[in-house]
């Protein structure tokens, strides 16, 4: 078990304190943040999120909630939106329809995931 203190961004988690579990109710468990890797997809990208953990050592399981969720759907949605922005496969060969295919992308994601928020920051290049 991980007694120390951990941050993502500029909040922090305390691991050296407990608190109730979920699962069983044991005021036994702790909190962490973690790095999460997932699959994403068809294609299964894999993508992270830095996601608060909580870990019982009464009932021995670990869990993410409502936080591991958000920080999931942010990552898709840094992923969409860097798909999105960067020309990928079936990119049209002549530039007189790449506005229209963007656009078209860019409805096509929005109706599956929601509004792409305009804060987001590209995720930099494909890891494959």
């Known amino acids: 078990m991980n007694t120390g203190i951990t941050t993502r961004g500029d909040e922090t988690l305390d691991a050296s304190k407990t608190v109730v579990c979920e699962i069983c109710g044991a005021h036994a468990a702790h909190e962490r943040f973690d790095l999460q890797k997932f699959s994403y997809g068809q294609d299964g990208v894999i993508l992270s999120a830095i996601v608060a953990v909580t870990e019982c050592t009464a009932c021995e399981m670990?869990?993410?909630?409502?936080?591991?969720?958000?920080?999931?759907?942010?990552?898709?949605?840094?992923?969409?939106?860097?798909?999105?922005?960067?020309?990928?496969?079936?990119?049209?060969?002549?530039?007189?329809?790449?506005?229209?295919w963007k656009q078209a992308i860019r409805k096509d994601v929005e109706e599956r995931?929601?509004?792409?928020?305009?804060?987001l920051v590209p995720a930099g290049e494909a890891a494959w």
Do not use: K, M, W
Not at 79 to 90: D, K, N, Y
């Open 62 to 100: 670990a869990y993410t909630g409502e936080d591991g969720e958000i920080h999931r759907e942010l990552a898709v949605r840094n992923h969409l939106q860097a798909v999105a922005a960067s020309p990928s496969v079936g990119v049209p060969d002549d530039t007189d329809n790449l506005d229209a």
């Open 113 to 119: 995931f929601g509004p792409i928020p305009d804060d």
